[in-house]
């Protein structure tokens, strides 16, 4: 999708520092970090704007990226457990609108929100 920048990313045409990738999704290191570890895992399709676009049509793409998260927090190293986020909308401070994940860990993470 056009000025989509996780899109631009997943295309490699903005760098990014990667930790997993196979044929349908990416990881890669978060520009602003919010804990020692924060990672952010994409589809490499823009198959959604946000969680709210997932349907029993797209739904695959959540599943292949939920089934790969225990081998990137492996690979993490993130031992003493990780966060998964999933910011949709507005009110979550959803700021990129293609469907992704953050991985939080590295640390004792405090409450949420
Ligand atoms: P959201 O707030 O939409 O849930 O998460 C978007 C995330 O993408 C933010 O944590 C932000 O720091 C990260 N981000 C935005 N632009 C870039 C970029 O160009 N490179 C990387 N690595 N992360 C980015
Ligand atoms: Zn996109």
Not at 50 to 77: G, Q, Y
Request: one cysteine or more; hydrophobic letters at 40%.
């Amino acid at each position: 999708m056009d000025n989509c920048i996780f899109c631009k990313i997943a295309a490699g045409e903005i760098p990014s520092n990667k930790v997993y990738e196979d044929d349908k999704i990416l990881a890669f290191r978060d520009i602003e970090p919010q804990a020692p570890v924060h990672v952010v895992i994409i589809p490499k399709q823009h198959v959604a704007g946000s969680m709210n676009e997932i349907t029993a049509e797209n739904a695959e793409i959540v599943s292949h990226i939920f089934c790969c998260i225990p081998k990137i927090a492996a690979e993490l190293k993130l031992d003493g457990g990780y966060r998964l986020v999933c910011n949709c909308g507005p009110d979550a401070g959803q700021t990129v609108r293609h469907l992704h994940f953050h991985i939080l860990g590295g640390k004792t993470l405090g409450a949420m929100a």
